[in-house]
């Protein structure tokens, strides 16, 4: 079935022209999978080492990448590869894709969540946060114009549990980054190496205006958990984010200023939806 | 069925008290949701028994309030943990604890009392608000005994009920023995005798949607609990006769 209204206008060419996840690698099965990308249908096929994407309406065939454990189409004409994670190429990193997550909810508002820091206490208790320590200190945010995207820096956060491999609680150092619309990864102090932080990413396929797809990948320095442990406590986490991203209205992210209050600690929410705001993004927003 | 039955859309009517809890189902310091018309509430209950109803949705990021929890006799949201006192004005960010929050970070209220059972709000902004229907006359407290979904519009359940649309109040006089559904129930012994007269169930309707009633099923009067849960059996059932001739009603509009 066509829904039209599920799909971006031409001239949102901020959506448009962005490379998008379709899947993991590791999920591809040989044979034809249908994966639904900003309302449009696509058929992936694998051929061995290969992978083809089309357009399931016009049988166009569409970029077909592999990169960061997901196999990434574009309907539009992105600027550049898709995007650069210095981190991954380093040899003694594990690559954890933590499992596709369905979320009904704009992949925006998925986004915004995952830059958050004062939910941690509230919705991770006891892993990433826990009471009476809420407190979100002031950090840094910017966007950075030259490769024009949002950064957040200087935030620190005390967790209980910051990661699968933490043996007790400790103050988590935390860098965001926001490289496209539907892109954010963070960069957090790592319990096992003081000078290289892990790093997990988020990869949204928006599927329409509401309904998403997330794509974790952690890129770790971990050498004692296993790969199903380390991808579980991940899991959990996301989990415990669907619970809030699903019960949010609206569904889609206003950009309105006025439209919801922040307050100093969502300094980086303000400015990613600025930034969505200035780049005349439509789908998955309001207003 | 007439033609007018079968097409007219069926609003919604959102005016009025409307029952959006059985008292008995919001324990002190707990937050429940609930619909009138359009307007979703959060209904919250302070420790000291006080009853509260908001617009069901922080300010801050858009959560449901009705997912959140009390502390301090304020209804906190789930996401942020930021809380909301009695006038819905947000008194605390946790993630600022030396920040006072502006006045105008707020949610909107809506009158609610609670009384013969029911917990009873409005949207309509009519003030000052009257009283709400009086179910039983003072002299007959109530015991609740259930709130139940039926996935019918309230026309139907009306039907069922033989009361008319605009009843929002049934009376329904229950031989105990009719709701007797074990063979030893059947079996009444003299010191039974007082049982075998009829009880008086009280069902308030309310309209959730188009397609969803919720029945809040109440007792005249007290009520031993075996009085309680045979009334509560009978309102399963009438649930499932009401969702049933729901549905064939539906297949015969579609044939």
């Given at each position: 079935m066509t829904d039209i209204a599920a799909r971006p206008e031409d001239d949102d060419r901020a959506i448009l022209d962005q490379w998008y996840p379709v899947a993991f690698l590791a999920s591809l099965t040989a044979g034809e999978t249908r994966v639904r990308l900003l309302g449009h249908d696509l058929l992936v096929s694998g051929d061995g080492d290969g992978f083809a994407v089309r357009r399931a309406d016009t049988a166009a065939l569409l970029p077909a990448r592999k990169a960061h454990a997901c196999l990434w189409t574009t309907l539009g004409r992105p600027k550049g590869d898709v995007v650069e994670i210095a981190e991954a190429a380093e040899p003694d990193r594990r690559v954890v894709p933590c499992g596709a997550i369905n979320v009904r909810t704009s992949g925006l508002r998925v986004v915004e969540n995952f830059l958050d820091m004062a939910h941690f206490p509230f919705v991770h208790t006891n892993i990433l946060g826990a009471e009476p320590i809420t407190e979100v200190a002031p950090y840094r945010t910017e966007h950075r114009v030259d490769v024009d995207e949002i950064w957040a820096t200087e935030c620190r956060f005390e967790q209980p549990q910051a990661a699968r491999s933490s043996v007790g609680g400790m103050t988590t150092d935390y860098a965001y980054r926001v490289a496209a619309p539907f892109l954010t990864l963070l960069y957090k102090s790592c319990p096992n190496d003081p000078t290289r932080p892990d790093v997990i990413c988020l990869f949204v396929r928006p599927v329409d205006q509401e309904r998403s797809v997330a794509y974790p990948v952690m890129f770790l320095i971990d050498e004692t958990s296993s790969q199903a442990e380390l991808a579980q406590f991940q899991q959990r986490i996301f989990v415990q984010d669907r619970i809030i991203l699903e019960n949010q209205r609206p569904a889609r992210l206003p950009l309105s200023p006025k439209a919801e209050i922040p307050t100093r600690a969502d300094s980086v929410s303000v400015a990613y939806r600025r930034w969505l705001k200035a780049a005349g993004v439509r789908y998955g927003a309001i207003g | 069925m007439t033609e007018q039955e079968q097409h007219a859309p069926e609003e919604v009517d959102a005016h009025g008290w409307r029952p959006v809890a059985l008292g008995l189902d919001l324990p002190p310091a707990s937050v429940t949701g609930a619909r009138i018309g359009e307007q979703r509430l959060a209904i919250w209950r302070n420790s000291h028994g006080d009853v509260r109803a908001s617009d069901d949705r922080c300010p801050h990021r858009g959560m449901r309030l009705s997912l959140g929890f009390v502390r301090d006799d304020m209804l906190a949201c789930l996401y942020h943990g930021w809380r909301f006192d009695a006038e819905g004005r947000c008194r605390t960010i946790p993630a600022h604890p030396g920040l006072k929050p502006a006045a105008t970070i707020r949610t909107t209220t809506f009158p609610t009392i609670e009384s013969d059972g029911l917990i009873w709000c409005r949207?309509?902004?009519?003030?000052p608000p009257e009283s709400p229907p009086a179910l039983t006359s003072p002299a007959h407290p109530t015991t609740p005994v259930r709130t139940i979904r039926i996935d019918a519009p309230t026309r139907s359940v009306s039907r069922a009920l033989g009361?008319?649309?605009?009843?929002?109040t049934a009376r329904v006089n229950l031989p105990i023995h009719d709701i007797a559904d074990t063979p030893d129930d059947n079996a009444p012994t003299p010191s039974d005798a007082a049982a075998m007269s009829a009880v008086t169930v009280v069902v308030v309707q309310h309209a959730v949607g188009r397609e969803e009633t919720r029945l809040y099923v109440l007792i005249e009067g007290d009520a031993p609990t075996t009085t309680i849960q045979r009334a509560s059996r009978w309102a399963s059932s009438l649930r499932d006769k009401v969702e049933r001739e729901h549905k064939d009603a539906i297949v015969v509009e579609h044939v």
């Open positions: - | 949207v309509d902004g009519v003030e009361i008319s649309p605009d009843d929002r």
